[in-house]
């Protein structure tokens, strides 16, 4: 994707996004919110989108989220306020040059967002600095299939990924390039397995 195509894909998304991705996917972003909560600390929410994981997370957390979609953040900062976060703090920013210092978060979910951000290698370098020794980085996302059904669809909708707002084609390798980032989890998402739930550890 490009940052152009992610502007102009998730300007118009953010009026209806919470309808059309709220449940269908929130099986990931409650499990991540779990995960983080139960971690505690400082979280960090790369490409937070509408905020729709905000009011599943437990109290007792600095929450941080960040977008580079001014139209996705309004919507995320509704929710932060109709729920009265005070530990949550939005900003805009790009996944590939984080504004934090080295070695600020415990926890960083990644929701829905590899396969959408123009350079995902280096937005996991970016969140490899950012997160302590030991933080957990939390990632649901679409990878693709290696066979079947669904691996000739992704490669049908392939060439729409700049009008969808994210590749349908995105190998799962690609996330396990970053040797200061150690896989721990990888498992489907129920109810059918199309997301996964990635856990990678700061080693
Ligand atoms: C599919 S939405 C996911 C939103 C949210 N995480 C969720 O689970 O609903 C992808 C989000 O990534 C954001 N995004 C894309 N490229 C980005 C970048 N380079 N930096 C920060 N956010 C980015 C988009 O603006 C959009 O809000």
Redesign the pocket.
């Known amino acids: 994707?490009k940052?152009a195509a992610?502007t102009s894909s998730?300007k118009r998304w953010a009026p209806v996004?919470d309808t059309v991705?709220g449940k269908l996917?929130n099986e990931?972003?409650s499990r991540a919110a779990a995960r983080a909560t139960a971690r505690g600390g400082d979280v960090l929410?790369?490409?937070?989108?509408?905020g729709?994981?905000l009011p599943l997370y437990g109290p007792g957390l600095r929450i941080t989220g960040?977008?580079?979609?001014a139209e996705?953040l309004e919507r995320a900062e509704e929710k932060r306020r109709a729920h009265g976060l005070d530990n949550v703090t939005l900003r805009q920013?790009?996944?590939?040059q984080l504004d934090f210092p080295d070695a600020s978060f415990d926890t960083v979910s990644v929701?829905?967002?590899l396969s959408?951000?123009?350079d995902p290698e280096r937005?996991l370098s970016e969140i490899a600095r950012v997160c302590r020794p030991g933080a957990q980085v939390l990632i649901?996302n679409h990878f693709a299939a290696e066979k079947g059904v669904l691996r000739l669809a992704e490669r049908m909708i392939q060439p729409l990924q700049h009008q969808l707002?994210?590749q349908a084609d995105f190998p799962f390798e690609r996330i396990l390039g970053d040797n200061r980032l150690k896989l721990l989890e990888r498992r489907p998402l129920p109810p059918l397995g199309v997301m996964t739930w990635a856990v990678l550890e700061r080693v």
Do not use: K
Request: overall charge negative.
């Open positions: 994707m940052a992610v998730y996004y991705f996917l990931g972003r929410e790369v490409g937070i989108g509408t729709l994981a960040i977008d580079y979609s996705m920013m790009d996944a590939g929701m829905h967002v959408v951000v123009p937005a649901t707002g994210w």
